[in-house]
């Protein structure tokens, strides 16, 4: 007779292992895991876009505000430049305001590079864009060489080309403010069409 102790038991299989309450635990465990971190890393990659969008669409929007205090103030110094043709005022209030305008286009002269790079990258998805920038910069030279070109007369000069000069001035600060109204409206939409694609 075999006793009790003697049985040999069969060996468990593979399955039979894994069937363990402590087995089952540890596998779930480990299942449960890599579920969580897997849907954490989802949320946390989604997250870290929508940062990204939200910062460059900020960023673009801080580029649009730059640019129109830049050029508004190179506009605003151009205007009283004419102005001050306009009115014949004397040399030393003329000096006065040719020092303010040659300020405003020193600093736009330095800002320039900067806002155009920000504007390629920023907004360089849209052809229209490009050609607005292109449009507001070809507007900008040709008021600067207007301006140089009414700083050669006296306020005093009555002549018709003095008039022409002032005049041609004038259109002058008008296409910029065309160029720079076309150019912020289509960087708006494009601000604009980012946020509705986060």
Known sequence: MVEAGDQKKAPRSFWGHLNQPVMVTVIGGLIVFLITSYIQNFYWRSQQKFLRL???????EGVVEELAKKVGELRAASASLVGAHEQRYER????????????????WDESEGVLNLRIEIYFAEDSRTNDASARLSKSLDALDDDVSELLRYTTA???DAHKQSIKKCRDAIDDVDGALGSLQSQMIKEVRASRVNK
Not at 54 to 60: G, L, M
Not at 93 to 107: G, H, S
């Open 54 to 60: 939200q910062q460059r669409t900020e960023v673009a």
């Open 157 to 159: 000069d009555p002549g």
């Open 92 to 107: 030393k209030q003329l000096n006065e305001v040719i020092d303010r305008y040659d300020t405003a286009q020193k600093d």
